[in-house]
């Protein structure tokens, strides 16, 4: 379920971007991806609240305690409120900085429409962190169906929404006001689910004061690395608005919808592994090893990853010249850039749901920040040398230090995994893929004709995907990933 809601992320991403860019143009398009990144900001309460949660609640799941697990969710919700009051006063002093820091940037009306889009995504935080709490108790019970289900349905449906109101009225905002939309609807549907299905209504039985601490000790490890995660993502477009304006977050928003949509690949197979790994760890399941999970999944992972990686390598340039149209040449740029190094974070991402589980996300939180906040000041700086690429530079570069260095040693030193096999059995099944690529890149840029439309494109992506998996299955796939490909083969019937 959750690589089909990916893959219906990446459809609805192919139609989404030029129908928007088409529709309102590219300076209303940079104006929408400016004001997503100061939404994902606001967001950061939630997911760092949500984790917490979703631990805490798994853990008396584990021990068989009902009535603690109510209780969770029940400080949860005062802790919700609390931060939708904050979101409140945040948001409004966001807008008031923005119309001073965008203010030689920004024209007159598109800081009047900036300015109007910024409170309704308040309300729109406001609504997310409210749900937050059933989201998170339906991924306990491991209800992945219904969870991703819903997602693939509102995500599939919301374009067509927007399309109409865009089309109605021209202008950013229109997009923004439908995902408030879906949003709330969102909402509604899972608060049903959880409480007339699963029969999990929200009690405060006590007010827990050591697990309010607790669950605010563990959110602030989450917060440091979500806010490092969002510096990555997000500061770049901020920064580029302030120098270059709209035109220059219009290009990277176009790079980063890609990476966006590669990153998926990696979460998706990890995402339904905390329950798991909690019984793992509390002695419930002994018929495999931390280590064992993590290179199984790994494996997995890098499969999946290396192909649309190096698919895209191959024939990016001429997908972004069909999907988005004229003057996004750099967006291919700055994707590969960013996409090579985010490929170690991604086919190790299991690893989070291990310091989740065993309580040691504060060393990945404070080695992110410190990088992320390194990250900030490399980006200004490169960005008036190197323009829109160096943002990319960047990024990439800080990714690397964090994801690919500390981060591995951390998992190898201090939380027991091997990380040494692990990177023996990622090289072995590399070798084969790796070859194919090369040879394929080769043709590609010096015999083989470009592609000229869709159809040529379609083409010798469905050719390079047959060529990747029979040459995988010939010398990288093991029994277990033969097992898996067979099933999928068999319900896909």
Same mark, same amino acid.
Request: net charge positive.
């Given at each position: 379920?959750?690589?089909?809601?990916?893959?219906?992320?990446?459809?609805?991403?192919?139609?989404?971007?030029?129908?928007?860019? #088409?529709?309102?143009?590219?300076?209303?398009?940079?104006?929408?991806?400016?004001?997503?990144?100061?939404?994902?900001?606001?967001?950061?309460?939630?997911?760092?609240?949500?984790?917490?949660?979703?631990?805490?609640?798994?853990?008396?799941?584990?021990?068989?305690?009902?009535?603690?697990?109510?209780?969770?969710?029940?400080?949860?919700?005062?802790?919700?409120?609390?931060?939708?009051?904050?979101?409140?006063?945040? #948001?409004?002093?966001?807008?008031?900085?923005?119309?001073?820091?965008?203010?030689?940037?920004?024209?007159?009306?598109?800081?009047?429409?900036?300015?109007?889009?910024?409170?309704?995504?308040?309300?729109?935080?406001?609504?997310?962190?409210?749900?937050?709490?059933?989201?998170?108790?339906?991924?306990?019970?491991?209800?992945?169906?219904?969870?991703?289900?819903?997602?693939?349905?509102?995500?599939?449906?919301?374009?067509?929404?927007?399309?109409?109101?865009?089309?109605?009225?021209?202008?950013?905002?229109?997009?923004?006001?439908?995902?408030?939309?879906?949003?709330?609807?969102?909402? *509604?549907?899972? $608060?049903?689910?959880?409480?007339?299905?699963?029969?999990?209504?929200?009690?405060?039985?006590?007010?827990?004061?050591?697990?309010?601490?607790?669950?605010?000790?563990?959110?602030?490890?989450?917060?440091?690395?979500? @806010?490092?995660?969002?510096?990555?993502? $997000?500061?770049?477009?901020?920064?580029?608005?302030?120098?270059?304006?709209?035109?220059?977050?219009?290009?990277?928003?176009?790079?980063?919808?890609?990476?966006?949509?590669?990153?998926?690949?990696?979460?998706?197979?990890?995402?339904?592994?905390?329950?798991?790994?909690?019984?793992?760890?509390?002695?419930?399941?002994?018929?495999?090893?931390?280590?064992?999970?993590?290179?199984?999944?790994?494996?997995?992972?890098?499969?999946?990853?290396?192909?649309?990686?190096?698919?895209?390598? =191959?024939?990016?340039?001429?997908?972004?010249? *069909?999907?988005?149209?004229?003057?996004?040449?750099?967006?291919?740029?700055?994707?590969?850039?960013?996409?090579?190094?985010?490929?170690?974070?991604?086919?190790?991402? =299991?690893?989070?749901?291990?310091?989740?589980?065993?309580?040691?996300?504060?060393?990945?939180?404070?080695?992110?920040?410190?990088?992320?906040?390194?990250?900030? =000041?490399?980006?200004?700086?490169?960005?008036?040398?190197?323009?829109?690429?160096?943002?990319?530079?960047?990024?990439?570069?800080?990714?690397?230090?964090?994801?690919?260095?500390?981060?591995?040693?951390?998992?190898?030193? $201090?939380?027991?995994?091997?990380?040494?096999?692990?990177?023996?059995?990622?090289?072995?099944?590399?070798?084969?893929?790796?070859?194919?690529?090369?040879? @394929?890149?080769?043709?590609?840029?010096?015999?083989?004709?470009?592609?000229?439309?869709?159809?040529?494109?379609? #083409?010798?992506?469905?050719?390079?995907?047959?060529?990747?998996?029979?040459?995988?299955?010939?010398?990288?796939?093991?029994?277990?990933?033969?097992?898996?490909?067979?099933?999928?083969?068999?319900?896909?019937?």
């Amino acid at each position: 379920m959750n690589y089909l809601y990916m893959a219906v992320q990446v459809v609805v991403n192919l139609i989404y971007v030029p129908l928007l860019l #088409g529709f309102i143009g590219t300076n209303e398009y940079g104006l929408y991806q400016l004001v997503g990144s100061v939404m994902a900001y606001l967001l950061i309460m939630n997911s760092t609240v949500a984790a917490a949660v979703q631990r805490y609640y798994n853990k008396y799941l584990a021990l068989h305690d009902d009535l603690r697990a109510q209780n969770v969710l029940g400080v949860a919700r005062i802790l919700y409120w609390v931060l939708s009051g904050i979101a409140v006063i945040v #948001g409004i002093a966001l807008i008031a900085i923005a119309n001073v820091a965008y203010a030689e940037s920004l024209t007159a009306a598109e800081l009047v429409e900036l300015s109007w889009m910024l409170g309704i995504l308040i309300v729109n935080v406001i609504i997310v962190l409210n749900n937050s709490i059933y989201s998170a108790t339906i991924e306990a019970h491991e209800r992945f169906t219904f969870q991703y289900g819903l997602q693939v349905v509102l995500t599939a449906l919301q374009p067509a929404a927007i399309a109409l109101a865009v089309f109605i009225y021209p202008y950013a905002i229109s997009a923004v006001l439908v995902q408030l939309a879906t949003v709330a609807a969102e909402a *509604l549907i899972r $608060r049903t689910y959880a409480s007339r299905t699963l029969g999990i209504h929200v009690r405060l039985h006590e007010f827990d004061r050591s697990l309010a601490r607790a669950l605010l000790v563990f959110s602030g490890a989450i917060l440091l690395a979500t @806010v490092a995660d969002q510096i990555f993502w $997000r500061t770049d477009q901020l920064i580029l608005g302030y120098f270059f304006g709209t035109g220059s977050v219009a290009v990277y928003g176009i790079a980063s919808q890609i990476f966006m949509c590669y990153m998926p690949l990696g979460i998706a197979v990890s995402a339904v592994f905390l329950p798991k790994v909690t019984r793992i760890y509390r002695g419930e399941e002994n018929d495999e090893t931390l280590s064992e999970l993590f290179i199984r999944i790994g494996r997995i992972s890098f499969l999946v990853l290396f192909a649309v990686l190096t698919g895209f390598i =191959v024939f990016g340039r001429d997908f972004i010249g *069909l999907w988005a149209g004229d003057g996004f040449d750099e967006a291919y740029a700055i994707a590969v850039i960013i996409m090579v190094p985010f490929t170690i974070d991604l086919i190790q991402n =299991v690893g989070l749901t291990i310091l989740r589980v065993n309580n040691t996300y504060g060393f990945r939180a404070r080695i992110y920040f410190a990088t992320a906040v390194i990250n900030i =000041v490399a980006t200004i700086v490169l960005v008036q040398q190197l323009g829109i690429i160096g943002a990319a530079i960047s990024t990439a570069l800080a990714m690397l230090i964090g994801s690919g260095i500390i981060m591995n040693w951390f998992y190898w030193k $201090r939380t027991g995994i091997d990380i040494p096999a692990f990177w023996k059995q990622i090289c072995r099944v590399a070798a084969a893929p790796f070859a194919l690529f090369a040879i @394929v890149f080769l043709l590609y840029a010096t015999v083989l004709p470009a592609a000229s439309g869709w159809l040529a494109l379609v #083409g010798y992506l469905v050719a390079y995907v047959i060529l990747y998996v029979a040459i995988c299955w010939a010398f990288s796939f093991n029994a277990y990933e033969k097992g898996l490909l067979r099933t999928l083969v068999r319900r896909g019937r």
